[in-house]
Structure formats: C-alpha cells, structure tokens
C-alpha cells in the first residue's frame, strides 16, 4: 500500500500564446499586396480532473510544475497558429483546491468522475499585422507577442472519501483494527502518533464491502490544531459512520470514559454536524485484564445505546466479526451521496477577479518607477520591442491611459527606469519610454 499524500501545493500555468505575424503579400501579379501576417494561436489550458482510481497526492510529491503547450506562430496569408495543446492533471476524489484570487482565497472540491476545473487559462494568440491597418497607415509594420498564459499556485487537500472512519486517542488500535479487518498494512508500535498518515483499508462482509480509513490519533485540543490537529481531522468530514476505538484498558494510564467524551468535544468543535454522525464505541484491548474490570462500568455510563458497545480485541480479534457486521448493517441504510457519483462533463471555473482594466498605480522604486495595472501590463507583455511601430503604439497607449502624465506628476526625470511587468524601460526627453 502507497504512502498517502494528503495536502501539496503545485504551480500550474497556462500556454503562452503564440506570436502574431507581420508579413505582406508577395505575389507575382500583385503589385500592391498588402499586409496578411496571420494571428498567434491561444496557449493551452491547465486543467485538473478527477481521476476515481486515485486515492492519494502521491505524484505530486515528483512532481509540482505544469505547463501547458505554447500556440503556434501566425503565419504568411492570414495563416492562424495553432493552439497550443492542453494539460490535463489527474487527481483523487474528494481534492479541494484552493488558491488566492484577489483579495480572497478560494477553495473548490472536486468530487464527481471526470469533474474538471480550469486551473489556468491559456494566454490569447497575438495579432497579426492585417489588424493594424488605419487610412493613414496601409502597411503596418507591427504584430504582437503572445499573451502569457496565466499562473497560480494552487493549494491541494485530499478529504478521504471514506465509508467509515475509525476515531480514537493515539495507542487506542485503530491501526491493529484496520489490519485485522482488510489487507491494510499500517505501521505499527507503541508510541503515540504512530499513525502519521491516514490508511484506507477494504473490508469485505458477505457480499456488501466498505472502505475504512484509519484516523491517527486526535487528542484534546485537536480541533485548535493541537498535535495533528486539523491536518486529519478532516478526512473525517466525508465519512458517513465512525467507529470510536477505546482503550478500554487505561493503558496510558487515562480514564477511557473520559477519552470518550474529550474526543467527541474534539469532533464536535471542529465541525457541529460530526457529533451528529452514526457511531459505533469499539471497547479495545479486551484481551488485557484492566479491560474485562473495566467493562461493565463502561457500558452503564457511557451515553450510547447498549446495542452500539462492543467489546473487542484488535490483537485477537475478539468481538471484531460482529462489530463489523453491524457496520454493514448501519450503512447499508445511510445514504451515500459521494461514492458511486456518475461521470462528469462539468467543467468549473475561479470566480472571475472584477477589476477596472484602465485602473494602474505608480510607485517609487529605488531605479525609478513601477507601474502596475490590467491593461497596461498585458500590453507590454505582448508588445515586440524589436519593432519600432510596435514602440510607438506603446507610447500612444501609456499617453492615452494617462500614465505618461502621471509618471511627470510623480517627478520622474530623463534617464530614469519604468519597470510594466518584467519590462524595464528608460524614460527619454523626446519620447518618454
């Protein structure tokens, strides 16, 4: 069985889109071809889907970067570039991303087969040079870059998609338990935190199966993100029944009434709707005298219904047969609305950032000058420096939108730096930038 890797944070981007061209028609009985540079194709997407045969982050622990494919150059005759090819990143139902969008952080979960979300967008294709063409220029001499393509870094947490959870103080048995009743190996030995990841298990009763997902071990103020806190206590949040494991032999020298009750607070404090949750209390480690001593007091105080005890042992697997039994029995009548949800074809998206494209801000830096703003940073993102006209349109853009006046208001002098997104240009006498 594969480690479980349950939160990773990966950086994804989209395609750059590709160049558009700025080339002339040159045919033989043509005498004033005119412009026909064709447009840059979109870059790819990045997509993340759900895959149903993964239940772990596991390959992200190789791998974080993803990149989709840049568009393909325009080209001669109004040729279009392709679109660059998108990327498709699997992941485990039950993955909540989440990633900061404005001033705000974000979270989306991905559940159902086949459900996609558009984690980064794929730039736009250039402009060819045929879209620059104005009465009093009839051969321009200019086609845009590709717009970069977008990135995030996204945050990845696996809620476990698990039928049954097992609950319980460090050194309880949930991991004996999980190994007595499936194939799952789970580490273990004496010492608290043994269990430092959450393990699924399979059990099979007569012809119904069920997974379980081992807890590791909550303990008072897990809620607060005490000990491992809320790195796991949110696998639980999918289950649809918990089985609390006691050690009902104190062999941490605690009271196990008072485990019981300190771990529902625990639950309870972490989200309301867990106390509400179908319990089943696994009396543990019957097999230890103290435990036998203990047992008679333990099912006339503890506030469940004497048909929801059972005293087991993990080790001999005492009483193990029909807790599972009734396990079965309890799910087979609580509804299920995650396992078994039909493919997907939704595609969903981040809430879209409302900003005022025309919006910049200045600020003083040591060299100079950093402009910021929608606009103007796309525009010098897909302005070629190599062409003059394409200089040129980028000065009339920064006067139009008011930044060159802003920029003498600031104070700024010839030979000064103006930083636009990873542009660094020198602010000259005849022409500002």
Request: charged share 25%; hydrophobic share 40%.
């Amino acid at each position: 069985m594969s480690d479980l890797i349950d939160q990773v944070e990966i950086y994804v981007k989209g395609g750059d889109g590709g160049d558009g061209m700025a080339t002339f028609r040159r045919e033989k009985y043509v005498p004033r071809g005119g412009p026909d540079g064709g447009d840059g194709g979109r870059g790819g997407h990045v997509y993340l889907q759900v895959d149903p045969s993964l239940n772990t982050l596991l390959p992200f622990r190789y791998r974080t970067r993803f990149i989709a494919g840049k568009g393909g150059n325009g080209g001669r005759a109004r040729r279009h570039g392709a679109n660059g090819e998108d990327l498709i990143v699997a992941v485990p139902p039950g993955t909540v991303v989440t990633t900061q969008t404005g001033d705000r952080k974000v979270s989306i979960d991905l559940v159902a087969p086949g459900q996609r979300l558009l984690a980064a967008r794929g730039g736009k294709g250039g402009l060819g040079n045929v879209h620059f063409v104005t009465p009093a220029n009839q051969a321009p001499k200019i086609a845009e870059l590709g717009q970069p393509g977008e990135e995030r870094t996204l945050r990845l947490d696996l809620k476990l998609i698990a039928d049954v959870g097992l609950v319980g103080y460090p050194n309880a048995g949930k991991s004996t338990l999980l190994s007595a009743i499936s194939a799952a190996r789970p580490k273990i030995a004496n010492y608290p935190f043994t269990t430092l990841t959450p393990n699924l298990g399979v059990v099979e009763v007569g012809d119904y199966s069920f997974v379980v997902a081992d807890i590791p071990g909550l303990i008072e103020g897990a809620h607060m993100g005490v000990g491992l806190g809320h790195d796991f206590l949110r696998h639980i949040e999918r289950t649809r029944l918990l089985i609390h494991v006691i050690d009902a032999a104190g062999t941490e020298g605690r009271d196990p009434l008072e485990d019981f009750h300190v771990i529902n607070r625990e639950l309870r404090e972490y989200q309301p709707t867990l106390a509400t949750q179908p319990q089943l209390v696994a009396l543990n480690k019957m097999d230890l005298p103290p435990a036998r001593d203990q047992l008679q007091r333990l099912r006339r105080e503890l506030p469940v219904p004497k048909e929801l005890i059972f005293p087991i042992s993990a080790v001999t697997g005492e009483g193990v047969g029909p807790l599972m039994q009734r396990a079965a029995a309890m799910l087979r009548e609580i509804p299920d609305p995650l396992r078994n949800l039909p493919r997907s074809d939704e595609v969903l998206r981040f809430p879209e950032v409302v900003t005022d494209e025309n919006a910049f801000t200045i600020e003083r830096v040591p060299e100079g000058f950093r402009v910021r703003g929608p606009k103007i940073e796309r525009v010098v993102a897909m302005t070629n420096f190599a062409q003059p006209e394409a200089i040129m349109r980028l000065q009339r853009v920064l006067a139009g939108m008011g930044i060159s006046e802003a920029l003498e208001k600031a104070g700024i002098q010839v030979g000064d730096m103006v930083y636009i997104g990873d542009a660094e240009l020198e602010w000259t006498e005849e022409s500002g930038v």
